[in-house]
């Protein structure tokens, strides 16, 4: 890294939580379509957009993620029902928490993009990373590296042993 | 359950103002349960803080770990070998915790992050009521199992008050008058002659804080020691 790369042009990096079901697949379907969309845009597959958790969005804009969206299915074409439904909820969550730290919600964003839909995934791609330029970089950029806070190990919890049972099932380990 | 609630960010902030080494103690237990203080809720919380510190420019280190309960001491034995590497520790137990905690470590400082609500049952996904006040004499045989004491507005133990309206209480007609619950509970269970029953006056002073309370068959292994 040199002094003067602040000259170069911002290239935002953009994280993609896509359903396996839908969004992932509108998006095999956009490169069979040979459509082309925003590089910048890193796919991240996930079963399902139920899986989605405030932790994960946040860990992508702790490490650097300029914008981050997750795409799951349209309302009522959950594989499993309800996932995308607590995606959106999630999502919406997740914006709060980021104002309340100050950086910018509307560098998250939930999408609905059916599997069918290859033209609507590069399009979102395109939308997302636009926004991420407008926003400009995300300053947690520059100290992703340091203090990345840890996980302490903890030894599993000691139970005493269950007592010998002559009848049924317990016996001790 | 425990049923609490994490305090707003800018307090936390405030707490832990001018520290640089947090560790951030969470409880695997009842704030687990109500999404406040468990593992996952510790990780957020110090993701959160760890962010909102670098943007306004701050350098400090949070760490995380969640034991499986706060309130037993075997629990807090994990944080041995870690507590001296910390300015201070930041608890997300329910009050409780957050004292054994402070006596545990009493050479460090420990703050809460949550505010402790009460103790209570899910109504459905993220949301709970209170549903007991702990007034150590229960009385849930004689009013169908549901509780006056912590229902009822005016903790009445022979109601309803002239008050009830329609099934709703006077003091805020959003809620539900515990009366009106205690009363068709009990005509449903073909009990409504336990109502006619007249309460005695609650005794207040068993409920003197703060409780504390031995188990009959601990008593004489404790007077032996
Ligand atoms: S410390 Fe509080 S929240 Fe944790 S298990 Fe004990 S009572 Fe429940
Ligand atoms: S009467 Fe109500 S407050 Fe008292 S112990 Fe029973 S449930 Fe709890």
């Known amino acids: 890294m040199t002094q003067n790369d602040t000259t170069e042009p911002f290239e935002p990096k953009v994280v993609a939580y896509c359903c396996t079901y839908c969004a992932y697949t509108a998006g095999d379907l956009a490169g069979s379509m040979r459509l082309e969309y925003a590089p910048n845009v890193r796919v991240v597959q996930i079963l399902c957009t139920g899986k989605i958790d405030a932790v994960l969005l946040l860990r992508a804009f702790e490490d650097g993620a300029d914008a981050v969206y997750v795409?799951?299915?349209?309302?009522?074409?959950?594989?499993?029902?309800?996932?995308?439904?607590?995606?959106?909820?999630?999502?919406?969550?997740t914006k709060k928490l980021l104002a309340e730290i100050g950086l910018e919600p509307q560098r998250l964003e939930f999408f609905q993009i059916p599997a069918s839909a290859g033209p609507l995934f590069a399009q979102r791609a395109n939308e997302m990373t636009e926004r991420a330029q407008k926003l400009g970089p995300n300053p947690l950029r520059k100290t992703m590296k340091q203090n990345a806070g840890r996980k302490l190990d903890k030894a599993p919890d000691q139970h005493p042993p269950l007592p010998q049972a002559k009848h049924g099932q317990l016996y001790c380990r | 359950m425990i049923v609490a609630e994490r305090k707003p960010i800018e307090q936390i902030e405030a707490m832990i103002e001018g520290f640089d080494r947090i560790l951030i103690v969470g409880c695997g237990t009842c704030v687990a349960v109500c999404m406040a203080g468990g593992e996952k809720e510790v990780e957020l919380l110090a993701a959160e803080l760890r962010m909102k510190g670098k943007l306004e420019g701050r350098n400090r280190t949070i760490d995380e770990i969640t034991v499986t309960r706060q309130c037993d001491k075997e629990y807090l034995d994990a944080l041995e070998k870690y507590a001296d590497d910390y300015d201070i520790i930041l608890s997300t137990a329910c009050g409780a915790g957050v004292q054994l905690l402070a006596e545990r470590y009493d050479e460090k400082i420990v703050?809460?992050?949550?505010?402790?609500?009460?103790?209570?049952?899910?109504?459905?996904?993220?949301?709970?009521?209170?549903?007991?006040?702990?007034?150590?004499?229960?009385?849930?045989?004689?009013?169908?199992?549901?509780?006056?004491?912590?229902?009822?507005?005016?903790?009445?133990?022979?109601?309803?008050?002239?008050?009830?309206?329609?099934?709703?209480?006077?003091?805020?007609?959003?809620?539900?008058?515990?009366?009106?619950?205690?009363?068709?509970?009990?005509?449903?269970?073909?009990?409504?002659?336990?109502?006619?029953?007249?309460?005695?006056?609650?005794?207040?002073?068993?409920?003197?804080?703060?409780?504390?309370?031995?188990?009959?068959?601990?008593?004489?292994?404790?007077?032996?020691?």
């Open chain 1, 71 to 93: 795409a799951g299915c349209a309302i009522g074409d959950c594989h499993f029902l309800e996932g995308n439904l607590r995606a959106i909820q999630t999502v919406a969550h």
């Open chain 2, 111 to 225: 703050l809460p992050a949550l505010n402790t609500l009460f103790s209570g049952v899910a109504e459905g996904a993220g949301q709970w009521t209170q549903r007991c006040m702990a007034c150590e004499d229960c009385i849930l045989d004689q009013t169908g199992g549901i509780c006056p004491m912590t229902i009822c507005a005016k903790n009445l133990l022979n109601g309803p008050c002239g008050g009830t309206d329609h099934g709703k209480c006077e003091v805020d007609g959003e809620k539900d008058c515990a009366w009106t619950l205690i009363y068709n509970r009990m005509k449903k269970l073909g009990r409504l002659d336990y109502l006619k029953k007249i309460q005695p006056p609650k005794d207040y002073s068993v409920m003197t804080k703060p409780g504390r309370y031995t188990h009959e068959a601990f008593k004489e292994a404790q007077q032996e020691e």
